[in-house]
C-alpha cells in the first residue's frame, strides 16, 4: 500500500524559510526517484524538485532553481524539501511522490502561504 505523508508547511512572511519532510511507505520509497510537486490556487499541479535513489541526480523547477534544496535520507524512507528566500507565489499546497512521473494516488499534502 502507498503512503506518502506530507509535514512541514505553514504561514511565513515573504523572505522567509520552510522545511518540508515527506515521510513514504518502504515499497514506495525504495529505489524510487523521488520530488515534490505543488499545486497553486488556480492552477495545475506541477514539478517542483526530484531527486535520484542515490541523490546524486536532482532536478530543479525554474521557479525553484536557486532557492529550494531536496535531499532525502533512505534509513528513514523520508524526503525533505528546504525551502529559501519564499516568495507569495510559491503559496500552494505541496505534496511528495515518485516523479518525474507521479503515482495516481497522493497523499493530503502540505500548506504552505506566503505572506507579503
Known amino acids: 500500500q502507498v503512503q506518502l505523508i506530507e509535514s512541514g508547511g505553514g504561514l511565513v512572511h515573504a523572505g522567509g524559510s520552510l522545511r518540508l519532510s515527506c515521510a513514504a511507505s518502504?515499497?514506495?520509497?525504495?529505489?524510487?526517484?523521488m520530488g515534490w510537486f505543488r499545486r497553486a490556487p488556480g492552477k495545475e499541479r506541477e514539478l517542483v524538485a526530484f531527486?535520484?535513489?542515490?541523490?546524486?541526480?536532482?532536478y530543479y523547477s525554474d521557479s525553484a532553481k536557486g532557492r529550494f534544496t531536496i535531499s532525502r535520507d533512505n534509513a528513514k524512507n523520508t524526503v525533505y524539501l528546504q525551502m529559501n528566500s519564499l516568495k507569495p507565489e510559491d503559496t500552494a499546497v505541496y505534496y511528495c511522490?515518485?516523479?518525474?512521473?507521479?503515482?495516481?494516488?497522493w497523499g493530503q499534502g502540505t500548506q504552505v502561504t506566503v505572506s507579503s
Open positions: 511522490n515518485i516523479a518525474p512521473v507521479p503515482y495516481e494516488f
Open positions: 518502504g515499497r514506495t520509497f525504495t529505489k524510487s526517484v
Open positions: 531527486i535520484s535513489w542515490s541523490g546524486d541526480t536532482t
